[in-house]
């Protein structure tokens, strides 16, 4: 399985940003994906879930703000920020929540304020 993040870049807070990771591998409908990312010197943190049936899940820090989003059709999942923070800012990897697989490079998201 290989996990290719995009989207991200460089925005003002109160922007939005719309990411995107496409997921090789016919297992994609059927797990469950989530939204991470690493700030410098942070651990990595799950900001959004989303399970085969649709059904989301957001940490209080991004709860309003993200929302979480799966295309089966073309294995692809996405995550709109709106309202975005300077804490926000971050490198954005998507993965499967259950079976995590290798990390790919993410995407760098980056609110200035």
């Known amino acids: 399985v290989q996990l290719q993040a995009s989207g991200g870049g460089l925005v003002q807070a109160g922007g939005s940003l719309r990411l995107s990771c496409s997921v090789s591998?016919?297992?994609?409908?059927?797990?469950?994906m989530g939204w991470y990312r690493q700030a410098p010197e942070k651990q990595r943190e799950l900001v959004a879930s989303i399970d085969s049936s649709g059904n989301t899940n957001y940490p209080d820090s991004v709860k309003g703000r993200f929302t979480i989003s799966r295309d089966n059709a073309k294995n692809t999942v996405y995550l709109q920020m709106n309202s975005l923070k300077p804490e926000d800012t971050a490198v954005y990897y998507c993965n499967l929540v259950f079976f995590p697989h290798a990390w790919g490079q993410g995407t760098l998201v980056t609110v200035s304020s």
């Open positions: 591998g016919s297992i994609f409908r059927f797990n469950a």
